[in-house]
């Protein structure tokens, strides 16, 4: 599902030209970016095709706690990713850094803050799915009795049906941050 899309000017990837010379390398022009949720694991994938080609030029997972994403200047935005696009075209893990021009600060300010909401459901939804496999692998040594009490309450105090597994658009950044953080804390006192 389409979550939301950004118009953007050019986009950019560190990497070797022919020459072997490392710079930035024109990736798409006049384009858009698209943040799309699987409808299965609830995760959000950024993707980018040129406009004229159709090419895809970038699809990656959002993730916050390895993509560091910064604003350059006002319309320049960079952050650093694992992308299956480049993982394809070198032959590697895909790392990479990529950088964004936008028509505006303003387009630019709401891709940086959508990037990071979209970042914080998937680190959720890892999160949940990391107790979700701690509860199955303890619940295998337990009575029948004390599974049916398990699972009744799998996630403690994170219920399974809580929109923040689904989508975190409509949530504060803060509140995110508040949620990411309970589950990180679950997990720490879990273990």
């Known amino acids: 599902n389409l979550l939301k899309e950004f118009n953007v000017i050019k986009v950019y990837r560190w990497g070797k030209d022919v020459a072997g010379v490392s710079g930035w390398k024109n990736r798409a022009s ?19 095709r ?15 706690s390895i993509a560091s994403i910064e604003k350059k200047s006002d319309k320049q935005v960079q952050w650093r990713s694992v992308d299956a696009t ?7 893990n895909g790392d ?12 630019a300010d709401n891709f940086v803050e959508f990037f990071k909401l979209q970042g914080a459901n998937n680190e ?13 692998k303890s619940s295998e040594d337990i009575s029948d009795d004390e599974k049916e009490e398990s699972e009744e309450n799998t996630f403690g105090d994170i219920e399974a049906e809580d929109p923040i597994c689904v989508m975190l658009e409509e949530y504060d950044v803060n509140q995110v941050q508040i949620w990411v953080d309970d589950v990180w804390k679950k997990l720490a006192d879990n273990s």
């Open 30 to 48: 006049s384009t858009k970016f698209g943040f799309y949720q699987d409808k299965t694991s609830g995760k959000i994938r950024l993707v980018c």
């Open 124 to 136: 959720v939804i890892m999160n949940i799915n990391k107790l979700n496999l701690k509860e199955q």
């Open 50 to 64: 040129e406009d004229i080609t159709n090419k895809l030029r970038l699809n990656q997972w959002v993730n916050t």
């Open 86 to 92: 480049i993982a394809a075209e070198d032959e590697s």
């Open 96 to 107: 990479c850094m990529f950088a964004v021009k936008f028509k505006s600060s303003e387009t």
